[in-house]
């Protein structure tokens, strides 16, 4: 119960409005369908920040062990910050194995790099941000443009680029192949069954699809400027996986910030208020300026 109603915290803090004068509102765009896969359509929500012209854009992706969550979790927080939202649908692992989702959220950077003059945002500035399996997809996003294996063919703007100017991810996991033997019984417990939904098979098994999902096999020299946040206490991620990405990034010479807080868990308020938000925020504006 307690897990549940932090969660609900979280979702809260995540969707909640921002209160803006009449004169300056806030500009939602929802429902905007990016791609279309099997007959079904995959839709897009993109928020504009009140006053600002010109954002910087961050793409967000839910979390929810890849199964379940939607577009209209985003960080509303950023809004107020100056920063544009576009909350990106994807298919789920229950619909489709990996990387199905990678293939669909970079069909959605594809799409927003062209309609950016549509809707006032800044198509060289584009950063992916997510939480939780959501934070996986985001780092993975984030160091692997151009990998023919994770572009898919999705939507029509294939000569467009998925490519991303920065990537944060909050309490992801970065390394499939070692996730499992970091865990708590209790980790276990939910992130098992959740990767054999992920990739089809447990990752001891599909060992070359557990190596393509995880991001620290994919990190080189020209990756964007990257920022981990993750709990020391976290039972449902290991926090080993934040020190396995920060490895990787520094034993190329590549930009990562790292912010690990102190007695904190999986999912927590934490996390979305005070200076955890203020490092968000410097951090995103560096990498996107």
């Not at 006053?51 to 967000?60: A, I, M, R």
Request: charge should be negative.
């Amino acid at each position: 119960m307690v897990r549940f109603l932090a969660l609900v915290h979280i979702l809260i803090l995540l969707s909640l409005p921002i209160a803006v004068s009449a004169a300056e509102p806030q500009r939602d765009f929802t429902d905007l369908v990016y791609a279309t896969v099997n007959g079904k359509p995959l839709a897009l929500d993109v928020h504009l920040p009140a006053g600002t012209q010109q954002p910087s854009l961050l793409v967000f992706v839910h979390g929810g062990a890849w199964t379940t969550g939607s577009k209209a979790q985003y960080p509303a927080f950023l809004l107020a910050r100056g920063f544009a939202v576009a909350s990106v649908d994807f298919r789920s692992s229950n619909d489709a194995l990996f990387p199905a989702d990678v293939h669909d959220i970079k069909a959605a950077i594809r799409f927003l790099r062209a309609k950016a003059k549509d809707y006032g945002y800044r198509a060289d500035r584009i950063g992916v941000v997510g939480a939780s399996s959501g934070g996986h997809l985001a780092a993975l996003v984030g160091v692997t443009n151009g990998v023919k294996e994770l572009e898919g063919t999705e939507g029509d703007y294939l000569n467009e680029s998925s490519s991303v100017q920065a990537a944060e991810s909050y309490f992801g996991a970065t390394d499939l192949t070692t996730i499992l033997s970091q865990s708590t019984p209790a980790g276990l417990a939910v992130r098992a069954p959740a990767l054999e939904r992920l990739l089809g098979a447990a990752p001891d098994v599909a060992q070359d699809l557990a190596r393509l999902a995880s991001p620290i096999f994919h990190v080189d020299r020209d990756d964007p400027p990257m920022l981990l946040l993750h709990g020391d206490q976290d039972t449902q991620m290991p926090v080993n996986q934040v020190l396995e990405m920060r490895w990787a990034y520094e034993n190329v010479g590549r930009q990562v910030d790292v912010m690990i807080l102190h007695g904190v868990d999986h999912v927590a308020p934490p996390f979305f208020e005070g200076a955890p938000v203020d490092r968000v925020v410097a951090f995103l504006e560096r990498a996107l300026k």
